[in-house]
């Protein structure tokens, strides 16, 4: 096979100037490292290695780090710490085949989940030592059991509705996967252990990954401290289905002069679980009428997403009698997907929200049009280089009330 090698040193020319930003911490630097590293293997890598890296690699890798999760083996490697440990030794930890686990380690090193030390030993990478982590551990058990069955059940579903969108949130490929007519939140809520691994896991996902409250994200104090009134309302900002508390609990940590209270709002088998003194933590189901008034932000993160248009403009509609105009401030964290070239990140959560929910991300353009027929105008869209998410500021659209 000829080699156009044009294209390979074209990519190895901006891996070095990225390398060099790096270097500088610029943001946006390691992101931008990982896509040309991407860029570099598919560029490289031939036809018969790509089928066989998405046929067999990476799903043996899923599933032996699944059962590895069972095994508890990414703690015994914790443990181990510098030293490592053997694949003897972890089959006996573990009450399991020697032969099976050794074989299992060896795919994992070969995959750059573990470190082979020396012949049948392992110590843990950075990334097995978060796998360690009960909220990393979590992520893993529900996107192979729930997530990872819908991905396997989306062709055949295609095949079977002749290629339609799905659009409905009782019948899509996470029901034929799971035979079940409960939307995956119901879903959820019925199978407690995959309840705990979801929220567990929505803790941890964006780890690491600039967030909204970050220095040159979405500038907290200007649009929110400043301005803040207390004859309005003591309460600055509410999270409405903000999980266990997770962005509350980081905006208190950043900004520790907020000047009002703090609310978490979410389903009751959420909320029972949450215990933070950074936030009051209260049920509330967000189809219906938002009981706090005049706070200064209502809050929503990456629950747009999760719901068809209709339901989108429910939720939002809830909001606005709470809302005082020209003060109150709806804030959106959501995926706003580029126009072109989105990047897979973006992309696959996608496809997360079209085999779990029968949803999508949305585009600007889709989400102007959902916000004005809820009666709210998008103000600015906060942005950071490389980030996955942005944050929406909207307002009432007084013209609606
Ligand atoms: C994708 S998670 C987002 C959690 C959190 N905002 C975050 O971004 O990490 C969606 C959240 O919406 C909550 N939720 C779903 N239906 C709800 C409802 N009817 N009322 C309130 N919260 C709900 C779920 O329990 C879950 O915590």
Known sequence: ???????????????????????????????????????????????????????????????????????????????????????????????????????????????????????????????????????????????????????????????????????????????????????????????????????NYMSAYRFGKPSWVDPGFYPVSDRLIEGFNSDYSDVFLVDVGGGKGHDLH?????????????????????ISTVSDDSFEAVSHDFFTAQPIKHARAYYLHSILHNWGDDDCIKILQQLKPAMKPGYSRLLLNEIVVPRQNPTWPITSMDQLMLVLAAIQERTEAHLTELLKKAGFNIVKIYSYEFGQESLVEAELDVTTL
């Not at 982590?133 to 059940?153: M, N, P």
């Open 1 to 199: 096979m000829t080699q156009d090698t044009s294209q390979v040193e074209a990519i190895l020319s901006q891996l070095q100037t990225a390398g060099a930003s790096y270097k500088e911490n610029t943001p946006g630097a390691r992101e931008k490292l990982m896509s040309l590293s991407h860029d570099l293997i598919s560029s490289l890598e031939l036809p018969s290695e790509a089928i066989m890296r998405m046929g067999w690699a990476e799903p043996a890798r899923a599933a032996n780090c699944r059962t590895a999760v069972d095994l508890n083996i990414f703690e015994h490697l914790k443990q181990s710490g510098e030293a490592g440990i053997t694949a003897k030794e972890l089959a006996a930890k573990c009450s399991a085949d020697e032969v099976l686990i050794s074989r299992t380690m060896r795919h994992l090193a070969a995959m750059n989940v573990v470190s082979e030390k020396s012949e049948n030993t392992y110590s843990a990478t950075p990334l097995a030592e978060a796998l360690s982590e009960s909220r990393y551990r979590d992520g893993i058990l529900f996107l192979y059991d729930v997530a990872g069955v819908s991905f396997r059940h989306l062709p055949e579903y295609l095949k079977n509705t002749g290629y339609k969108l799905p659009t409905s949130v009782t019948d899509g490929p996470f029901q034929a996967a799971h035979k079940t007519e409960l939307s995956a939140f119901a879903w959820l809520d019925k199978t407690p252990p995959y309840l705990q691994a979801f929220n």
């Open 250 to 270: 980081e905006l208190k940590a950043k900004y520790p002069q907020i000047p009002g209270k703090l609310i978490l709002q979410d389903r009751p088998a959420v």
